[in-house]
Each structure stands twice: as C-alpha cells, then as structure tokens.
C-alpha cells in the first residue's frame, strides 16, 4: 500500500480496510498522513512520534490560508474599513459598540399623543446655522460623549417641565465603568437643541429608567436600580444635578417603576423580577398607595400579567392622560429586547380589578435600515402635553437588534472555520493532504490508561461513535479524492467552485467581525444632526440609473427628499421609483442644463446635494460630504476637484490638478451648496449672459456656477472631499453628454474663456488638498 493511505492492524474499532504493511503494531492502530506520524499501542503510549511541520500538507494548508487571508485584508481594506476616521465630536472613549445596541433619543411633536411627527417635519429653522433644520436624533452617545461624559448609548427618556425650560432625564451607559448612569439636558427653545449638564446620579451599581415628579414642592426620582434589589426613591436637593436618597420603597429587583394619579389613588406600575415562574419582559404589577411616597399595597390580583414577552406588559415609559382617559405605555420585546412601542388604554383600575385594551399607535416609520437611528426597535415613549396645548414626546430607538454584535462575530467565526474546512477540502483533492484525521488522534485519553479503562473506552457507546465517525470521514476523503480528477475539465471546475466559495466565505467572515452593523450613519456637527434634498437631473433614456439612483441614496441617513429635474420625455411614476423618502419628479418644459439651479421654493432645506443620477458613491462619503459642507455652508463643497489654470486656459481632468497639487474648482454634478444662495447667484442679472453660454453650448452649467461664487468673495470658495469610491454608471449605457471626452473638454475650455471674461480668472487661485484637519481632501 501507498504511503499515502490510512492502516490500521489488529482489532481496533471503526479501522479503514487494508492490508499489511505501514510499520502497524498488533493490537494496536497507526495513521500515515502528510500531516505527520504517530503509532499508539494499545495502553495508549507513543510508540513512534514524528510530526512533520514542513510536510507538503501542512505547507499547503498554510499557504491556503495565507492566500484567503490576503484576499480578506484586500477586501477589508477596499470595502469594509472606512477609508478616513470619523473626525465628529465624539471622544476617545464613547461609542464603544457592544451587545446592547447603539440606542438614541429623539423628539417628536403633534396635536395629540396619537399623531407625533419627528422634529425633521416640523422644519425648525435658524439662520444663524447650517445645522437646520435640525433632525433626530437629538441626543445620542456622541453629544453626550462630546460633552466630557464618555457614554456608550442613551437610552429612557423622561421630560420634566419647568416653564419654558425643558430638562431631559435619561440613562447613559457610562463606556469607561460599563454601568448605566443618569444624565441630564437641557433645552430653552421647545427640544431643538440641548445643552448637555452633565450625570444626575451615579450610583456603584446599574441604573436607568430615571422617572422623575414633583409632589409638594419636592423634586423626586424613582430610577430602576434592580441590580441593587432595593426600588430607591431620591429627592432633589439642588435640582437638576445633586440628588440625595430619601428612601427604600421596596426591598425587591423592581423593573421600570412609573407612577400615576388616577382617581385621587397614586398608582406604581412596574415588574417584580424576582418572583419564581416570573416571564422575563412579561410581568406586570400594580401597588397602590394614598401620596407617591408610600407605604404601597399590591393589587389584589398581582401579577396582573405573567404572559409572553411580546404582549407588551413591561412598562415603556410614562403613563398619560388624554380626552379623560389613561394610557399605558409597554414595550414588546418579542423578537428583541425592546422591539417596538406599545399602547394601552386602561379601561378599569381599582385595587380589585384591572383591565385594559390595546389601541393603535401610529408613528412615522423609518425605511432607511440601519442607516435610520430608530429603524430597528424603539422601546421608551415619554409623552407630556405643554403649556401651548401642544404635545411633545420624546423616544429612544436603535439601528440594530438586540446582541447584534454578539451575533455578526460568531458568524465571522463560523465563516473562517468554514475557510479552514474548504481548504483542508482542497488540499485532499488535490493529494497534498492524505488524510484528515488520524485515528490515534480520536481516543478519548491519549496519555497512560490502565486495562479497566481501557475496557471502558471499548464499550464506551460515544468512544465507538467517534472512531466510527473519524474512520468514515477519512474513507470519504479518499472515495471522493479518486472521483475528482483536477486534471479534468470538471474537476478543475470543482476545485475552482471550491476556491471562489472559499473567497466568499473569507470575506464574508472579515465583513461580519470587522465591517460594524453596516449603517453608514450621519455626523453631527456642533452636536446636531440635520437633512439636506438631493436633486438630479435627468431626462427618459437614462430611467434605469434614476431607479438605481433613488433606491440607493434614499436610504442614506441625512437625506429628505429627492427632488427630480425632468428635462425631456414622458416622466416616470412615482410608483416605479422605490424609495425610502418622498420623491418629487419637477417637469421642466425646456430642455436646458440651466434647470439644475432653477429657484425652487418648495425645497425646505438649506443644503442641496447637486448629484447626478449617473453617479454611484457610499452613504457614507455622502455624509461626509454633508458633514464639510455644514462647517462651510457659504462653499461649493463636492467630491470631483480639477484645477483652471495656464494660458490659453483648458480644461483638464483631476488628474492635472493633483500633479499641480492643488484645486481652485468643484464639479456641481457632485456637490453640496446653499439652495438659496447659489440659485439666486446663477438666476441673478449678472449671471444671464453665463446662462445663455450654458444654453448654446449644453455644457458648462458647474463651471459658471463656480466663477459666480469666485467672484463673489476672495476667500475660498470650493471645498474637496474625497470619496472611498465613486462609480459612474453612465460608461455601461452610454447615455452621456460627456461621452465623447474630448469634445467635451473642448467645450468647456472655451466656456473658461469666455467666463473668464465676463467674472474674472480663476488662474490666480489655488488650494492645496490636505488643507483642512480632517483628512477628507487628501
């Protein structure tokens, strides 16, 4: 037999056939493979051991994993791995991802407690900053981190009103300490921005859930602090930032405790966890008591519930009246701890009977996966109706599922130990590994094992499963290796599924553990997030990319609308567009360039991002692209740079500008810009002859756009970003007014000249990249 087969002589269970030779001892079992040698008698002692590390096996299992390794870090570094840090306002130490998710808090607004909107509705505009209007969420990790207070997620929202002033009591995972701590906002102008005061109470164990009243003129907390398993109720002393404890309420690991007047009775609704048989997430219980203080009685029908997670009895914020009827708020923590939001109008409560009803809850829902801060599970609702009759209400929510993290690296893991396997796979198809695994190696105990042990492990029913096991594993190994011949043109094809199946596997693996939950999430910038409208031009032969274009951007997290310049042909539905934000298709009876900045009054945001539909780049480089652009509202700020100079002037592509290492324009097909200021620049007086230019030449509308701002002002007026990578689509149609470069690059070296000469040169101004500290505009 070939030195390349498995042998095993005398009695030994679950053995491959063969016959003699391979230096077998009797009674005993021996395993020849490129992966080494090894002989065990039958007292279990190494008769023979010579293990060799340079044998072709192991160098080509080696090598294997080398090569998938490489094309994992290849893949990390092209895709997965953000290309530039995010440079936001967040600290060393906040943000930290861990197993409970990346919770947030927002704030909404409405008539009624049934017809909240999010702050982005209401369009809250200032001036004075390119932060507006502002979006949710309003307060998150990184403000709250940005502040001094490094913190992991915020979470539990609860309003206290005094006056106009708005204070905001929540739990911080402090990152450092890994515990949940109180924090406090502030807001003065109705929850638009917030002034981060610092942490209300931090305790040595976990709190949360910080419920906070007034009762004769005293200023009290009830967080939950179960892991103390004691309800402690705290009272201000220099309201909001010191508390101290006024007492022990119950001496129990009691869940979410909020509090209620109903009928002249107080009323603590919250969950015993402690009790045997208790439904984790699905208990309730009611204490009654004549003041806030105490003692409490239990109801007469506690637990009022003991039923599945998902029905919504765990408390999920505060209890609120309207039209004269009361409403529980519960959380459904079915599918995730914290799912959604649910409602309950309570029908009877007396401290003999309880009874309530679910009734609808409608909130404005997120489409943006895990780019929308709440679009996988919100959990918390404080709702409270303000001195104007308006209701304010304030929710927490989270991009992921509950143990997301957990989740993504044991799907890493799996998919590397499956790369492993695949190579081991490889390495026997292709005779450089002889077998898989030596039976000496399944014995249960390899060191000295006495006779009745050894008995034992004969009529061990689990020792004879696994030899039986090795033993067919090794002879499939070898049936399957004389079946595929990788001189064939079907085994080279099996070997080459193999292969390209391990590729996917490896990156596969690097995405789940090193990628991040896959959002591409917004920047804040002076601890505010805001939305900008993107607007494309496009016309009938190019709807292909549009509905590429909506589908993907739409999902991007600071984008509003999508305002569509339809220049030519029958336009499309709306219904034939999926998208994750509403879509507004503008019909423009010419067909000129010049609509790209026509004055549209029906835009809401400052920010415009100026992008054409043939143009593919990451969420992510669009937010940064935003984030830039809010530090420098009056700039063309866009991700295309080229750089006019020389005499005769000419048009030349990025490549020029960076061999003269530096930029002095900003292409508009890729570009934010003030909607107000750069639509009045281009329609004003002093542009009409530009335009006419633009029209005669169908081109050149992003140049004049730039010698408008260029003459408006000596200081810089473009900013660069660079994208991790951009794509444009338009090379796989055709359908281009650019398609032909060098008429193009014709065309617009005449209209440098001609702009030149109606609003000065821009041959005398340059910009370096690298220019600013984020690192953006290498």
Not at 104 to 118: C, Q, R, T, W
Request: proline share 4%.
């Amino acid at each position: 037999m070939g030195s390349g087969q498995v042998v095993v002589s005398g009695g030994g269970d679950g053995g491959i056939d063969g016959g003699g030779g391979g230096g077998g001892a009797a009674n005993g079992c021996s395993c020849w493979c490129r992966w080494g040698w090894k002989h065990v008698n039958n007292h279990g002692h190494v008769g023979r051991s010579r293990f060799m590390f340079s044998s072709s096996g192991f160098v080509f299992f080696v090598w294997c994993f080398i090569v998938y390794g490489f094309v994992g870090l290849l893949y990390g570094w092209l895709v997965v791995k953000k290309p530039y840090a995010n440079t936001g306002m967040v600290q060393p130490f906040g943000c930290r991802e861990d197993s409970e998710g990346s919770w947030a808090i927002g704030v909404f607004y409405g008539h009624s407690p049934f017809s909240l909107k999010p702050i982005e509705t209401v369009n809250i505009w200032r001036n004075h900053s390119a932060a507006w209007p502002v979006a949710n969420p309003i307060i998150t990790c990184g403000s709250v981190s940005a502040s001094g207070f490094p913190s992991n997620f915020v979470a539990d929202p609860f309003l206290y009103v005094q006056g106009d002033v708005l204070y905001l009591f929540y739990e911080t995972k402090n990152s450092i300490t890994m515990q949940g701590d109180i924090g406090v906002a502030k807001s003065v102008d109705k929850g638009a921005t917030w002034e981060q005061l610092g942490i209300a109470l931090d305790e040595d164990w976990h709190l949360s859930y910080p419920y906070v009243f007034e009762y004769l003129g005293q200023i009290y907390m009830m967080p939950e602090s179960s892991g103390k398993e004691e309800l402690r109720l705290y009272r201000a002393i220099d309201f909001p930032l010191k508390w101290t404890l006024d007492r022990i309420v119950m001496k129990k690991p009691i869940v979410d405790p909020v509090l209620v007047n109903h009928d002249g009775i107080y009323w603590l609704f919250a969950s015993d966890h402690s009790g045997f048989g208790t439904n984790r997430n699905g208990q309730l219980e009611l204490w009654y008591s004549s003041t806030p203080l105490g003692p409490w009685k239990p109801h007469k029908k506690n637990p009022i519930y003991n039923v599945d997670k998902y029905l919504g009895a765990r408390n999920g914020g505060r209890p609120f009246v309207y039209n004269g009827n009361l409403y529980r708020v519960g959380q459904d923590c079915g599918e995730s701890y914290g799912r959604q939001v649910r409602t309950f109008k309570v029908e009877v409560l007396t401290k003999y009977e309880y009874k309530e009803v679910e009734v609808p809850f409608i909130l404005e829902e997120s489409y943006k996966g895990q780019n929308g801060w709440n679009s996988a599970r919100n959990h918390h609702l404080d709702v409270q109706q303000l001195s104007s009759g308006e209701w304010i209400g304030f929710m927490d929510g989270d991009r992921v599922l509950s143990g997301d993290s957990i989740r993504r690296f044991l799907l890493g893991c799996s998919s590397i130990a499956a790369v492993a396997t695949l190579g081991i796979l490889l390495g026997v198809l292709l005779g450089a590994v002889k077998c898989i695994i030596p039976l000496n190696w399944c014995a249960q105990y390899s060191g000295k094992r006495s006779d009745s042990s050894l008995d034992w492990e004969k009529e061990s029913f689990l020792s004879s499963k696994v030899r039986w096991f090795c033993s067919r594993l090794n002879r499939s190994a070898l049936i399957l290796q004389g079946r595929v011949k990788p001189n064939t043109s079907s085994g080279r094809m099996v070997l080459s599924v193999i292969f390209v199946s391990g590729v996917a596997l490896m990156c596969t693996g690097v995405k789940y553990i090193y990628g991040g939950n896959g959002a591409d999430e917004a920047y804040m910038w002076k601890g505010h997030y805001s939305q900008f409208t993107m607007l494309t031009m496009t016309y009938d032969a190019r709807l292909w990319n549009l509905k590429m274009y909506v589908k993907h951007y739409s999902r991007c997290s600071s984008v509003k609308e999508i305002v569509v310049v339809w220049n030519k042909g029958v336009s499309p539905k709306l219904s034939d567009l999926d998208s994750a934000v509403p879509v507004r298709i503008r019909v423009e009876n010419q067909n000129s360039l010049n609509n790209r900045f026509k004055i549209d009054p029906l835009i809401k945001t400052r920010a415009v991002l100026e992008l054409d539909d043939d143009i593919m780049m990451t969420c992510d480089d669009v937010e940064r692209g935003f984030q830039v652009w809010r530090q420098h509202p009056d700039r063309i700020v866009g991700f295309y740079p080229r750089l006019v100079d020389g005499n005769p002037l000419k048009y030349r592509g990025e490549k020029y500008a960076r061999s003269r290492e530096g930029y002095n324009m900003i292409l508009t097909g890729a570009a934010f810009i003030d909607n107000q200021l750069a639509f009045k620049r281009y329609w004003s007086k002093e542009a009409k002859a530009g335009r006419e230019l633009v029209d005669k030449y169908f081109n050149c509308e992003d140049v004049l756009l730039n010698y408008l701002y260029a003459n408006a002002s000596a200081l810089k007026a473009v900013e660069y970003v660079r994208p991790a990578w951009a794509i444009d689509t338009s090379k796989f149609s055709g359908a281009a007014i650019s398609r032909n470069t060098q008429v193009h690059y014709q065309k617009r070296s005449k209209c440098l000249e001609k702009f030149s000469e109606m609003y000065g040169s821009l041959a005398g101004r340059k910009w370096e990249f690298n220019g600013r500290k984020d690192g953006w505009d290498l």
